[in-house]
């Protein structure tokens, strides 16, 4: 696709992504101060926000089961897909059943994604919670789902699109703003 | 593996493995691997299929294959029918284009058809929005088997290029060693072909080679035999004299069982066995026996092959022309 | 009468002369009165001008199924005539594998009285070789001959007992008959489909070796010549049939010998997604056999171009591979395609098209050619080579529309067609029966 050309306006910078981090992982640590505890991340950034979570928890008692989700199965729009989406392989390997499970992404937008993760973790068993955590929440909310825990909060338009960064995948730690150029159209 | 490559367009079809590309069959057989981990869940069903309907039209029975269909579509949470063929109540071949314009009217988006007679699934595909899957027609393509037993032996060597697989049997009325063989070829593998003469037929793709004797065969050290299944009929038409001398000369005997399992050899075979025809009964106890992974693993496969399709959504159809 | 006509400018195509000459046409009182450039129009002469366009003597195929009586809903004696015209051929003769066969000399007059009411172009009926075509025993031929039929034969199926095809040689050598050949195996045929070969392997389509066709061939000419027979072998598809009928031939056995423009122009391979309009019997062979078949053609070994023309309904088309008829039309895209993709690549001349598909099927059987000369009979076309035929269903007449080049484009174009002297066709006129 070759889209409009973005105009890319810094949001956050690495300190401010790190903090962010930070106080989600402080978040989590306040209301689970021990017990089995599992964070589970989105492909792909939402892998790399649950990577670095566990980090910051790993001297918690027991250290947090890790698992990754890949949602395609659950998306609501294959219909619309040109393309034969690769599905990476869905990664749960603790039991469900029992489990306090946080779901991991880097942006809370339409909740849509959230939804189809939530339909997911809910096939592999019967957790006895599932709560949040994202780095940024940009609103614009198509569901009524809410975070438990978020990094920062963003006012964006519904057509902003809002990238993040991670060192694990982009190699550097940023949040920016891309909005289209505006050309006479 | 295939995480590089650009993402490839989905196809309406699969009517037989000769039109993918290799990187289309990797594709499929990569798809097939997460599909196959839902087994392990409590919940074996994910709803990347739901609101959509698979009809499944067979006009020759086949329990096996229909029901992995079966199960691979309600996995992906499709609703499926069972289109009753009679063949008995109309004259054979006939009813196909009628058949077909019913459906259209069904609206399904995805038909499973299986026929006797070669080609059928393209002419169905030529008249419908659905995706049309081939779940083998006459003697011309398997497309799904030769998937799944591709997938089989993945699992067991993970790099088939170079390996060698020797079919055994009836070449020249299957339509697993049509596209079982394309399909190891375009992943890589090298084809040989052992039988009678009467049913391993010069014009073979060239590909494949053919070998006058099992210890020829064997001497050319596959990792892989894989036998056919001997429909009983052929000894009717003078293609073998009895069921006797194919065992002893094509069949894999106790003797040959041995030499198999020395060498460490895999053996696959589509199925139904005729024990004592094909092969003896130790061959199913095997541990290097692929069989039973095969009817399994067809599930998944199949569930890829579904998943992977993109039928003519009426949807779509409309937003191309002057819908409203 | 009707009054004189004068073809003004056009290029004339003949069968002895592979160049095209200039020179103007008059037809008069049915008959060519005068060819000569420059030719001055007579007091009410309507004069037409064909400059670009050249004068081909009218086409004649020996061999067409017209399925009536029996299957009036594939085609008609009517509508295959009308097909013929509309391909810029005059005169047919029609094959016997009606339902009920053409078998006695009752059904012959039946066809010739309908040919006469109906038809708008000559309709000459073969008869069969035996009873009900079932290859038993013989049919009535020298009734059959009596009433009209011009040529025998079981075509669709051989007369596979070789004793009775031995008795009907020596029977219809009797009278100066000559019979006609479909040469077949059957039990080598069995349920094939297509040619036997890699295609079909690949398809997974029963096959049909050609040497059910070649050791058909061989048998029937080896009986011709013990019997001291005429035999006509119809559609050669298969270059080594070709070369035991050259054998033949150069022994002196009495043979004549057709080949039909799709064993020219295609092969199996174009069968590909199992298209049903690339399936007749005998079926598409190899590239290899396209090109020998055509070396042959222009070395004289094939006396006639005839192009089988097999109508068949959409219905019956649109079945699957193996249960779809075989047979394709060909009336009305032979002249077109063999220019199309023969003349106009310069393989070969008009000479040949005209020998081949005018002047010998005529000869074949014992009329006269139509050259374009003085004080013969005026039957030619007008052909616009540059024009561009699109066969579609508009152009077409027949009942069916089975031919592979179905809403495909030809280059050249039947423009009108002269017969007894009278503008029959006139397409840019909206003439087309």
């Given amino acids: 696709m070759s889209g409009p050309a973005f105009r890319s306006t810094p949001l956050l910078d690495a300190d401010a992504v790190e903090a962010g981090i930070a106080g989600v992982a402080e978040g989590i640590r306040r209301r689970h101060p021990d017990g089995p505890l599992a964070v589970v991340g989105i492909h792909t950034r939402g892998v790399a926000l649950a990577d670095r979570l566990a980090q910051r928890l790993a001297d918690r008692s027991p250290p947090p089961d890790r698992g990754a989700l890949d949602i395609s199965l659950y998306r609501d729009d294959l219909d619309n897909l040109g393309t034969i989406p690769t599905i990476r392989s869905s990664d749960i390997p603790f039991p469900v059943d029992g489990a306090t499970i946080v779901l991991c992404d880097d942006v809370l937008f339409t909740g849509r994604t959230i939804r189809a993760a939530v339909d997911q973790l809910i096939d592999y068993g019967r957790p006895a919670c599932i709560e949040l955590a994202v780095l940024v929440d940009r609103g614009n909310r198509e569901l009524p789902i809410a975070a438990t825990y978020t990094g920062h909060t963003l006012d964006t338009a519904r057509t902003d699109h809002i990238a993040v960064r991670f060192r694990e995948t982009d190699g550097e730690d940023a949040v920016v703003l891309l909005r289209p150029e505006e050309a006479g159209s | 593996m295939s995480a590089a490559a650009a993402p490839l367009p989905r196809r309406k079809d699969l009517l037989d493995i000769e039109s993918l590309a290799p990187e289309e069959v990797v594709q499929l057989l ?17 709803p990347a299929l739901r609101g959509k309907s698979v009809l499944m039209l067979f006009y020759e029975p086949s329990t096996r294959t229909k029901t992995s269909f079966e199960i691979a579509a309600k996995r992906l949470s499709a609703d499926v029918t069972n289109f009753a063929v009679s063949t008995s109540s109309v004259v054979k ?45 006459g003697h011309h393509a398997h497309p799904t088997q030769a998937l799944l037993d591709a997938y089989t032996l993945r699992e067991v060597l993970p790099d088939l290029a170079g390996r060698r697989v020797l079919i055994v049997g009836d070449i020249l009325h299957s339509r697993v060693a049509r596209s079982t063989s394309r399909c190891m070829h375009k992943l890589g593998m090298e084809i040989g072909y052992f039988g009678p003469g009467t049913l391993v037929p010069d014009t073979r793709p060239d590909f494949a080679r053919g070998f006058t004797s099992f210890a020829d065969a064997l001497a050319w050290k596959p990792d892989v035999v894989y036998l056919l299944r001997l429909q009983l009929e052929r000894m009717h038409a003078s293609f073998i004299p009895s069921l006797r001398e194919y065992h002893t000369v094509f069949g894999v005997t106790p003797a040959r069982f041995r030499q198999i399992r020395d060498a460490g050899i895999w053996v696959m075979h589509p199925g139904p066995v005729n024990r004592g025809v094909e092969l003896v009964d130790e061959v199913m106890t095997y541990e290097r026996s692929l069989i039973n992974q095969q009817v399994e693993n067809g599930i998944a496969t199949r569930m890829s092959v579904l998943y992977s399709l993109q039928p003519v959504t009426e949807a779509r159809a409309d937003d191309e022309g002057a819908g409203p | 009468m009707t009054a004189p006509l004068l073809f003004k400018g056009g290029r004339i195509a003949a069968e002895d002369r592979p160049d095209l000459i200039e020179a103007d046409v008059l037809v008069e009182n049915g008959r060519i009165a005068a060819v000569a450039p420059g030719l001055p129009a007579p007091a009410g002469a309507e004069v037409r001008d064909v400059g670009g366009k050249i004068l081909v003597p009218a086409m004649f195929d020996v061999h067409v199924h017209l399925r009536e009586p029996g299957r009036e809903d594939k085609e008609t004696i009517e509508s295959g005539s009308k097909a013929a015209l509309n391909g810029g051929v005059t005169g047919i003769l029609a094959m016997p594998n009606t339902e009920p066969p053409i078998d006695s000399g009752g059904m012959v007059r039946f066809v010739r009285n309908l040919a006469r009411d109906r038809a708008v172009v000559p309709v000459w009926t073969s008869g069969c070789i035996t009873k009900g075509r079932k290859g038993e025993s013989l049919a009535e031929i020298a009734d059959m001959r009596e009433q009209g039929a011009v040529m025998f034969t079981d075509d669709g199926s051989p007369v596979s007992n070789p004793q009775v095809l031995r008795r009907a040689l020596e029977y219809a050598r009797t009278f100066g008959a000559i019979l006609a050949s479909h040469c077949e195996t059957m039990e080598l045929s069995g349920d094939g489909a297509m040619n036997e070969g890699r295609m079909s392997y690949r398809l997974g389509v029963p096959g049909v070796p050609a040497c059910s066709e070649e050791i058909c061939i061989d048998r029937d000419l080896a009986l011709a010549r013990v019997a001291r027979g005429r035999i006509h072998i119809q559609h050669v598809s298969s270059a080594r049939g070709m070369e035991i009928i050259r054998r033949y031939k150069e022994d002196g056995v009495q043979v004549t010998c057709e080949v039909s423009p799709h064993h020219l122009l295609f092969c199996d391979e174009d069968i590909a997604d199992f298209d049903t309009h690339y399936k007749m019997n005998p079926p598409l062979r190899t590239r290899e056999d396209n090109a020998r078949l055509l070396e042959g053609l222009k070395e004289g070994l094939f006396d006639v171009i005839a192009t089988d023309h097999a109508p068949h309904t959409r219905f019956e088309k649109d079945r699957d591979f193996r249960e779809a008829p075989f047979g394709i039309t060909g009336l009305e895209t032979a002249l077109i395609s063999l220019y199309d993709r023969f003349i106009r690549a310069d393989a070969f001349g008009w000479d040949l098209l005209v020998r081949r598909y005018s002047a010998e099927p005529r000869r074949l059987l014992g009329f006269d050619p139509v050259p374009i000369a003085e004080g013969g009979a005026a039957e030619f076309l007008v052909f616009d080579p540059e024009a561009v035929t699109r066969v579609d269903e508009t152009f077409m007449r027949s009942l069916s529309i089975n031919t592979p080049f179905l809403n495909r484009e030809l280059r050249g174009s039947v423009e009108q067609v002269v017969r007894d002297g009278q503008v029959v066709l006139d397409r840019p006129a909206g003439v087309v029966p």
């Fill in chain 2, 30 to 46: 990569d798809t097939a691997r997460p599909f196959k981990e839902l087994f392990t869940r409590s919940v074996k069903k994910v």
């Fill in chain 2, 93 to 137: 071949g006939e009813s196909v284009l009628d058949t077909v314009e019913t459906l259209q009217a069904m609206k399904v988006d995805y038909i499973v058809v299986r026929h006797s007679s070669p080609g059928v699934p393209n002419l169905i595909a030529r008249h419908t929005r659905a995706s049309v899957v081939n779940a083998g027609d």
